[in-house]
């Protein structure tokens, strides 16, 4: 089952994901604010996940808000054993549905306690800690802030601690603090200003963790991409996803989908084979 997902890998002791994960951001409503439209189909979408034999889903507590982690908590509650539920810490969400940045080490800490309440649990898997814009890093220091985070997996409160959307000297100062088991970050076929940060986080056994496989391209280069996948008889997503598998060993995916059917197409990405002029040509899609 595991070679279907891509195999595995595993950046810490107990920590074994699955290559290809879910995303679980589109469960919510839209602009991921109030609840789904359908929620028995959200429900069967996370039970066919678990079902399929992948051990990584993400979420955050933000992503509703509530909404989700309800959801997840109501779908899989109590949790297989060898499933591992990654979220996030550095938002909220304003009633107008607006995103706030919410950064403060003491508001961090309480948006554990959320996630461990919301979704049943007395420990979480991973929290990762969410530090730059929607798509790009900025340069603050996250030492308190990761920290704080470091404070309560010492009280046995978080499993493995990661970081999202950061820079390697943000990477540099939280393994000063406590080891970093993920980097969450903006990358894609277009967006690969994080080449360096793959390199080095694949030398140091850290799951990178690519979001919006697909988001940013220009028309041109989604018309490349669109190319290449008919060519090969897939679907762009499919061989994005491809794409971003055959990069680095340590790449793990997180694609969201509402849609038991979208959720199969995905999966079926781990078993696209690239030939080498297919490869050439996507790697000269970002040029």
């Not at 306690?113 to 890093?137: I, T």
């Not at 903006?186 to 850290?206: C, G, H, K, P, S």
Request: proline share 6%.
């Amino acid at each position: 089952m595991t070679a279907q997902l891509g195999g595995t890998l595993t950046p810490a002791e107990g920590l074994t994901l699955t290559r290809i994960g879910y995303g679980a951001m589109q469960l919510a409503g839209p602009h991921v604010f109030g609840p789904p439209k359908d929620r028995d189909r959200a429900v069967a979408v996370l039970r066919a996940v678990v079902e399929a034999g992948i051990t990584h889903i993400d979420t955050a507590d933000f992503y509703g808000p509530v909404v989700v982690n309800e959801l997840i908590r109501e779908a899989l509650h109590p949790y297989p054993e060898q499933l591992h539920i990654v979220t996030k810490v550095g938002a909220r969400r304003g009633a107008d549905g607006s995103w706030i940045l919410s950064r403060h080490p003491e508001d961090l800490k309480a948006q554990v306690y959320d996630n461990l309440r919301n979704l049943g649990v007395d420990s979480l898997d991973v929290v990762n800690l969410r530090v730059g814009d929607v798509e790009s890093p900025n340069d603050e220091s996250v030492a308190d802030k990761f920290g704080a985070l470091a404070e309560l997996r010492e009280r046995g409160l978080v499993r493995h601690l990661g970081l999202s959307t950061v820079t390697a000297a943000q990477l540099d100062e939280a393994l000063a603090i406590a080891p970093v088991v993920t980097v969450q970050n903006l990358y894609n076929l277009a967006n690969r200003q994080d080449d360096a940060l793959v390199e080095r986080t694949a030398a140091e056994n850290i799951a990178f963790v690519p979001y919006f496989p697909l988001g940013g391209f220009t028309p041109l280069q989604s018309g490349a991409l669109a190319k290449v996948a008919a060519r090969l008889g897939a679907s762009p997503q499919q061989v994005a996803l491809a794409w971003l598998l055959r990069r680095s060993p340590n790449i793990a995916l997180i694609p969201g989908t509402s849609s038991p059917e979208h959720l199969r197409e995905n999966i079926a990405a781990a078993s696209l084979v690239l030939p080498d002029d297919a490869v050439a040509e996507l790697d000269g899609i970002a040029g």
